[in-house]
DNA sequence: GGGCACGTTAACAATTTTGTTAAACAAAAA
DNA sequence: TTTTTGTTTAACAAAATTGTTAACGTGCCC
């Protein structure tokens, strides 16, 4: 034996690549194991079944975008720095996995058990980490105010729609892929601009940052 | 004879309260059939395949918030009351058939092809009848300038997204079906304020707009 | 080398799902 | 009453899809 644990990794490496990347949000076992070039049966040996392949990798997906978030907002940069790096991250990751937000929605859509399984309370918070931060901005007048749920929704509805209606808006504004692109990239100024009513800062990331974004 | 286009009707009301309300995406032509009391055949009589089902819905619901769009955007109202009026609309829209934009979403990601087809050139742009309105306001300094496509965006993305994230939301917040509704209600004044920055209005409207949205 | 442990494969079974069809049926027209 | 037309039904066929299993292969330890 020398395969082990990178057949399954290649597995689940191929399926994202369909989920994420290609957009096939409802690819078979038979089409994960072809983009995998391995026997569909390895896909049930290694994860018993289709529904917790689909588990697993959304587990692992949203812990990721929790660790970056935990990564930004407990770095040593300014609120509206981190808010900068964040709107960015999230941006750039859509340009990379343009499906990932599909995925989530619809699977927390399909079975909302998974959404609870996902934010158990000893979970970091996103919130959290940025409640304190918020309420000073606002104290200071510098924001108007509101809770820090609408705050984040807000922040993330932003981000992340454009990539969840990429068709509808391609169509109904005439956009290539070129400057759908090319869109997406100037909403990162817009969204902050939106949010703080002023210019978006360049912001210098730490390597470690930098690391873990990339 | 009697039914006719009554059946015919029946099944796709059946079949939307299956998608927009009860959040079965990916009903089978058997739970319709069910839904709608009426042997599964019919749904081939009438619409020939689950498929032509779907994309009747679909051009129906795009039709129907279009038209309401464009009720709304060549009404007498000033530019920030049809804001506030369109902001309002879609959320009461939202509450009332919760998985419309899942469905929206998740058909188009499916086959991009179906988002071409329903905004043809042909059809009226929402974004056509505020662009000068838009370039007016910003013009007057009493907006940050952006493009229209980003303007309509930053607004449908606000409006919409809590739909469809909404078993997130529910988990990484906490709420209870009760406090997810107050927060959505809460959201048209936030939505209202993270644009146009100041309180939303209070909007009479008139006679045929309150029927176009009921 | 022989046996062991694990990975891999092909074949099979079971289920689900869509779409078709021929017959039954019901109302209106002739 | 018979015919005609369009609707509804049950039964069938075909395809797709998931999950299981028994056999096979391959390296490794003794």
Redesign the pocket.
């Known amino acids: ?4 644990q990178a ?1 399954e990794d290649l597995i689940k490496e191929k399926a994202k690549v369909l989920f994420f990347q290609k957009g096939f949000l409802d690819a ?3 089409e994960i194991a072809d983009e995998a070039k ?5 896909i ?2 290694y994860f ?4 917790q392949l689909l588990d697993s990798i959304l587990e692992e997906v949203v812990n990721r975008k929790r660790a970056r978030a935990k990564a930004i907002f407990t770095s040593a940069l300014s609120f509206r720095e981190k808010i900068a790096v964040y709107i960015s991250a999230i941006v750039d990751q859509g340009l990379m996995y343009p499906y990932l937000e599909n995925f989530i929605i619809s699977e927390t859509a399909r079975d909302p058990e998974r959404a609870n399984m996902l934010c158990s309370p000893t979970r970091t918070r996103t919130t959290e980490l940025i409640r304190d931060d918020l309420a000073a901005e606002i104290k200071a007048g510098k924001l108007a105010p509101m809770t820090v749920e609408h705050f984040m929704i807000n922040l993330s509805s932003m981000c992340n729609y454009p990539f969840l209606a990429k068709s509808i808006l391609k169509s109904v504004h005439g956009m290539t892929d070129q400057s759908y692109r090319k869109f997406l990239q100037d909403r990162k100024q817009i969204i902050y601009r939106a949010i703080f009513n002023e210019e978006m800062p360049e912001v210098q990331l730490t390597p470690e940052l930098k690391s873990i974004l990339s």
Chains 1, 2 share one sequence.
Do not use: F, G
């Open positions: 034996m020398v395969k082990d057949t078979t076992t038979q391995v026997n569909r049966a390895l049930h040996y018993r079944s289709r529904e």
